[in-house]
């Protein structure tokens, strides 16, 4: 195999895996907030900004993906 193939192998495979567990992480923090806020309106503003504080730190994980992905493309 070339180098360059193995390259855009290993960067695929980092955003690809690196940014599954963040979008299976942010569908279930977006399911949860949608079922608290259906069950307890009136906490609903509490409710959205716990929601986008761990929306936020979920897709962090993701961008450190995207980071890793780049370094390989273009790094080494």
Do not use: C, D
Not at 2 to 30: T, Y
Request: proline share 3%.
């Amino acid at each position: 195999m070339e180098k360059e193939a193995v390259k855009l192998l290993a960067a695929g495979l980092a955003i690809a895996l690196g940014s599954l567990g963040p979008g299976i992480g942010i569908g279930l923090i977006g399911f949860a907030g949608a079922q608290a806020t259906g069950r307890n309106p009136s906490a609903a503003a509490g409710i959205l900004t716990n929601m986008i504080l761990a929306i936020a730190f979920a897709e962090a994980v993701a961008i450190y993906a995207l980071v890793v992905a780049l370094i390989l493309l273009f790094v080494v």
